[in-house]
DNA sequence: CAGTGGTCTAGACCACTAC
DNA sequence: TAGTGGTCTAGACCACTGA
């Protein structure tokens, strides 16, 4: 029937684009009421399937809400979210351009220590691998990564070289990620910390607590802390 | 000509769990590749376009890849993602179900110093509003707001009284909110924001910076401080 | 009740990929 | 060339909302 244009964007985005800008524009503000999909598919003569996914995606967004039998509306964007990306340190590091250098301080094999097995998901006192790596960038110290590791999800754990391949790009071979929460926070540097990491003790740092799950229960706890001068979290959104 | 159940899950969402499943038993892992959309078709007897839903949103979750002409992957998770919020300091503590105090220590008119104006997007030496504000929660310090404020866009701001409601409440009423970008670092807490914190000069604190944006631009920047040891950012994700 | 969004179908044409 | 995903249509039935 009507023709479908070439080398153009699909049309559920023109649909898209056209919402957007009324929104951004002013022209439709918090809690306006939007065209109907009926109305939309008047307008820019497409079929209401077309219309239905354009709608569809911008509340999966957030930039609207949806609700049968009354009709869209333009949300309230009342918090700032946006998606925090952790990435691995050698993937960061060699996006900036910039050289990655690990230093294995410790590695092997030990009894879990007391609150250490809860964060597994073992009991108490089950033996655990550890290891702490210090992480720099152009010879700069940028991260320093204290790590438990369930040896059931990583038998070969300790035979790794670490210079090579980071923990988490070899977790991530051997047991796929399938969840993970996380915790940051501001924390002071201990003695320990602040000399790995050339700081005085009591220096602020940004501290990363992170817990990964894979089909076989939780793979791996780490603490990841930075020197809180050399490290920063950056995000954005847009409507 | 097929029965579409009542009181059951969607169709497109039996397919989502069945793909699901098999990623998180270990049945197809990163990189395999997935039964196309013929084959779902044939499999659960819906049509192409429930599938191709079903798929597109797997993938817009970042759950599997999908390549015309080649098939649906299983995607690496490398990342650890998830949606970062950051709320309203008072709707924080509320839904804590804790008492949330503001006291307002500065507000008023000036010029923009040195980077301020460049932040609101303001010609150098532009007048703005500016307001600091401690919110304790049940009566402790957690947060030193300090603010820029665009007067072009809540002429009104001096007006207000923050005690009653934040500053981010009334932005957000007069200016919807179209975008946004945050910074999170950690710092150690200069004297000033050390004493109004209870803190001692020097102590680690996290620090969210952030500009916000409305259909007339930039509206405000701020700067909140937090003591380390009471603010923490969580979050998760799962595949 | 009329109007809204939620879901679904059975086709269709296209661009792309791999063989 | 055969098979893949990308997009689109013109219907349809349903649950829900508000007047």
Redo the contacts with the bound molecule.
Sequence with gaps: ??E?P??L??????VQAHLREGIKSGQWTVGDR??????LVAQF?????????A??EL?QEGLIR???????FVAPLERVASTLVIRDIHEEIAARGHRHEAELLQLGERRARRGEAERLGLEAGARLFHSRILHRENGLPLQLEDRLVNPACAPDYLAQDFRQQTPTAYLLQVAPLTGATYQIEAAAANAEEAQALGLSAGDPCLVIERSSRSHGGTVTWVRLVHPGARHVLTGSFEA
Excluded: D
């Design positions: 029937m009507t479908i070439k080398e964007s699909p049309r559920y985005t023109l939007l065209p109907s999909e009926s109305e003569g497409v079929s209401r399937m077309t219309v239905n996914r709608l569809r509340e949806r609700q049968q039998g009354a009709g869209s």
